[in-house]
């Protein structure tokens, strides 16, 4: 396949940052949903992974965006200190990172944690700073991109709202990151990276899921290609009603079939392809689609005798005719 801006997959962005930071209830904000609000303790334990079609993100966005991406598959995580092998796992799939920062709170511990994964990973982010409307005096203005927002607000919300803002600037700064508002500067990168959200009324929104997609296109076109090697890792192994043991997987490339035969490590033929509807979270349980095949980036469910066997965190390598079995179970049991 060429390397075109014409054959892009999808970007896989992963949400991290502090415990309560956000991360989830905004994505329930994207998606319309309230995963947030069935979570036990309001904590996320699990990660969790959806996928957003293009067409979507342009009706949060502008209608004339120029999105070259199918979509973006997003992956969260928890933010509790005890999950760390979790963001580890969720930010080494990612293509890019939305670092959550409560703008009341600052960098905290588990912020600091993520970001040092994302820079030995050297993993672009976007920091949202988000709960905006928690500023004392905050105007909503429900889904407004977020320089609208802003000048809808009272000159003391502006005055806490700049206070907060450099305060966290510095903060980057002793992480050695030097981090501005994005709007400030047309040139797109690391340095122009900040921007202000509410996961509830939705200020910014606009704002976040554009600079990812712009980003992504413009600046990953060699990384975001699609190709026809396979490429996915196992998430969960989990037993669900109906279907035995499953795998979900984070399908980062490449095309799948029904009756593919995969190893990883155990050898199995693919018996149903799956995906949680678009928009929904592959936690929360729900009915999936089923397809005869699925093109990458995707997050799926895969069904198949053995499944038991399988290991969350490795990858899985699919045998075509041109393979050698024996090869692919040894590039299996290497990981
Ligand atoms: P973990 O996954 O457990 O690490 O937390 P999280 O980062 O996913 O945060 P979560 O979405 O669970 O939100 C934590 C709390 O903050 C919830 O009570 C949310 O309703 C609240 N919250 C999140 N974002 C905002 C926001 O933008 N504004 C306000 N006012 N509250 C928010
Ligand atoms: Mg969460
Ligand atoms: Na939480």
Same mark, same amino acid.
């Given at each position: 396949?060429?390397?075109?801006?014409?054959?892009?997959?999808?970007?896989?962005?992963?949400i991290?940052?502090?415990v309560d930071a956000g991360k989830t209830k905004l994505l329930d904000c994207i998606r319309g949903t309230n995963v947030q609000g069935g979570e036990a303790g309001g904590i996320t334990q699990q990660?969790g992974?959806t996928?957003?079609?293009?067409?979507?993100?342009?009706?949060?966005? !502008?209608?004339?965006?120029? #999105?070259?991406?199918?979509?973006?598959?997003?992956?969260d995580?928890p933010g509790?200190?005890?999950?760390?092998? *979790?963001?580890?796992?969720?930010?080494?799939?990612?293509?890019?990172?939305?670092? @959550?920062? &409560?703008? !009341?709170?600052? #960098?905290?511990?588990?912020?600091?944690?993520?970001?040092? *994964?994302?820079?030995?990973?050297?993993?672009?982010?976007?920091?949202?700073?988000n709960k +905006?409307?928690?500023?004392?005096?905050?105007?909503?203005?429900?889904?407004?991109?977020?320089?609208?927002?802003?000048?809808?607000?009272?000159?003391?919300?502006?005055?806490?709202?700049?206070?907060?803002?450099?305060?966290?600037?510095?903060?980057? !700064?002793?992480?050695?990151?030097?981090?501005? *508002?994005?709007? /400030?500067?047309?040139?797109? %990168?690391?340095?122009?990276?900040? @921007?202000?959200?509410s996961a509830i009324s939705g200020?910014?929104?606009?704002?976040? *899921?554009?600079?990812? @997609?712009?980003?992504?296109?413009?600046?990953? $076109?060699?990384?975001?290609?699609?190709?026809?090697?396979?490429?996915?890792? $196992?998430?969960?192994?989990?037993?669900?009603?109906?279907? %035995?043991?499953?795998?979900?997987?984070?399908?980062?490339?490449?095309?799948?079939?029904?009756?593919?035969?995969? +190893?990883?490590?155990?050898? /199995?033929?693919?018996?149903?392809?799956?995906?949680?509807? =678009?928009m929904e979270e592959l936690r929360v349980k729900g009915?999936?689609?089923?397809?005869?095949? +699925?093109?990458?980036?995707?997050?799926?469910?895969?069904?198949?005798? %053995?499944?038991?066997?399988?290991?969350?965190?490795?990858?899985?390598? +699919? @045998?075509? =005719?041109?393979? &050698?079995?024996?090869? $692919?179970?040894?590039?299996?049991?290497?990981?």
């Amino acid at each position: 396949f060429e390397q075109s801006e014409d054959n892009l997959r999808s970007p896989i962005c992963c949400i991290m940052g502090h415990v309560d930071a956000g991360k989830t209830k905004l994505l329930d904000c994207i998606r319309g949903t309230n995963v947030q609000g069935g979570e036990a303790g309001g904590i996320t334990q699990q990660i969790g992974a959806t996928y957003l079609p293009a067409e979507k993100i342009r009706e949060r966005t !502008k209608p004339d965006a120029t #999105l070259k991406v199918p979509g973006l598959l997003v992956i969260d995580t928890p933010g509790h200190e005890s999950f760390a092998n *979790l963001r580890s796992r969720g930010s080494g799939l990612c293509d890019i990172a939305i670092l @959550v920062v &409560d703008i !009341k709170c600052g #960098l905290e511990q588990q912020t600091i944690e993520s970001l040092n *994964l994302l820079k030995m990973q050297n993993t672009k982010f976007i920091i949202a700073l988000n709960k +905006v409307d928690r500023l004392f005096g905050w105007k909503k203005c429900p889904n407004a991109p977020i320089k609208k927002a802003l000048k809808q607000q009272s000159e003391d919300v502006l005055n806490e709202f700049n206070i907060r803002l450099t305060q966290i600037i510095t903060q980057f !700064k002793e992480q050695g990151l030097n981090r501005e *508002l994005y709007y /400030t500067s047309k040139k797109m %990168g690391e340095t122009f990276s900040i @921007v202000p959200t509410s996961a509830i009324s939705g200020e910014g929104i606009p704002d976040l *899921l554009l600079l990812l @997609v712009q980003w992504t296109q413009k600046t990953m $076109v060699e990384k975001l290609t699609y190709s026809n090697e396979v490429q996915c890792t $196992v998430l969960e192994v989990k037993v669900v009603e109906g279907h %035995g043991t499953t795998i979900d997987v984070i399908f980062v490339n490449g095309v799948l079939h029904e009756g593919d035969q995969i +190893v990883g490590p155990i050898v /199995t033929t693919i018996r149903a392809l799956l995906t949680p509807h =678009p928009m929904e979270e592959l936690r929360v349980k729900g009915t999936y689609l089923r397809h005869n095949e +699925v093109t990458a980036s995707m997050v799926i469910k895969i069904t198949a005798k %053995g499944l038991q066997h399988a290991i969350a965190g490795t990858s899985l390598y +699919v @045998v075509r =005719p041109d393979h &050698d079995l024996e090869d $692919v179970k040894e590039a299996a049991m290497a990981d």
